[in-house]
C-alpha cells in the first residue's frame, strides 16, 4: 500500500488505517492525535510507517505543537532503522516538501544512498514549464552540498532551465563539484545564453575560482563588478 493510498480502499479499516485517520486529522484535537501518533509508532510495519509519515504533510498550529509532534515522529522513524527505508523512498518520491524526508534517510542511508535517491528524482523531471516547480528546486538546492561524480551530468540540462531559480540553483550544483572539465563548455554555453545578472555572476566567481578564462566577446555583458583579466579569467573588482 502506497504512502498516499492510505484512506483510499473501501470497506472496513485495518487498525493501522484507523489510527491513521486520526493521526492526518489536522483539525482535530492534539491530545487525540498524538495518542494516534503514539500508537502506530509501536507497530512494526511498512504500513504503519507510512501513516507516520503522512505527518510531514501538514502543519498545525501552534507552531510549537507542530514542532514537537513532527520532531517525535521522526525519532519514531528513524529507530526502526531499515524497515523505514523504502517507506521513505515512497513518501520522498511524491512529497511536496522534502526537507524532513532527507533528514531521515540520511540518519538510515550512506550519503551516497541518499544521493542517488535526489539524482534519481531530478533525472525524470523536466526543464519546460510547470506551475509549481518547488520540488524541482528543493532538489537542485540540496543538490549544493552534496558530491557525486553523477551530479554533473544529471544536472546540466538544468542549466537551460526555463526557470530562473532552476538555473541558479544547477550552475550552484554544478560548481560544487569535484572533476568540472565535462562541464566547463555547458557553463561557457550557459554564460553566453543567460539573462540573469545573479547567474552570470553565480558562473563567474566559478570560473574565477577554477582560474577558467572566458571570451570576453562570447560572454555577454557581464554583471556589475566584473572584469577579466588579461588571460581572461574573471574577477570581481
Do not use: C
Request: aromatic letters at 6%; hydrophobic letters at 45%.
Amino acid at each position: 500500500m502506497g504512502i498516499f493510498d492510505i484512506f483510499s480502499k473501501k470497506g472496513a479499516q485495518t487498525p493501522v488505517q484507523r489510527l491513521a485517520v486520526k493521526a492526518a486529522d489536522k483539525r482535530g484535537m492534539a491530545p487525540d492525535r498524538w495518542e494516534a501518533l503514539q500508537a502506530l509508532a509501536k507497530i512494526d510495519s511498512e504500513e504503519a510507517l507510512d501513516a507516520l509519515l503522512l505527518r510531514f504533510t501538514f502543519y498545525v498550529d501552534p507552531t510549537i505543537t507542530d514542532q514537537e509532534e513532527k520532531d517525535g515522529v521522526f525519532n519514531a522513524v528513524v529507530a526502526k532503522g531499515n524497515l523505514a527505508v523504502e517507506p521513505l523512498k515512497r513518501f520522498v518520491r511524491k512529497a511536496t516538501s522534502l526537507s524532513w524526508p532527507l533528514k531521515m534517510l540520511d540518519q538510515l542511508q550512506t550519503p551516497d544512498e541518499v544521493l542517488a535517491i535526489l539524482l534519481g528524482l531530478l533525472a525524470i523531471m523536466d526543464t519546460e514549464y510547470e506551475r509549481d516547480p518547488q520540488r524541482k528546486l528543493q532538489i537542485l538546492t540540496e543538490l549544493e552540498s552534496r558530491r557525486g561524480p553523477q551530479v554533473v551530468e544529471v544536472v546540466l540540462p538544468f542549466l537551460r532551465d526555463v526557470n530562473e531559480s532552476a538555473r541558479f540553483h544547477a550552475v550552484g550544483a554544478v560548481l560544487a563539484q569535484e572533476g568540472l572539465d565535462a562541464a566547463r563548455q555547458p557553463l561557457v554555453e550557459a554564460l553566453a545564453a543567460e539573462d540573469s545578472m545573479r547567474i552570470k555572476a553565480r558562473i563567474l566567481d566559478g570560473f574565477a575560482r577554477l582560474s577558467w578564462p572566458v571570451d570576453a566577446g562570447k560572454a555577454g555583458r557581464l554583471p556589475e563588478g566584473f572584469a577579466v583579466d588579461r588571460q581572461g579569467v574573471p574577477a570581481r573588482r
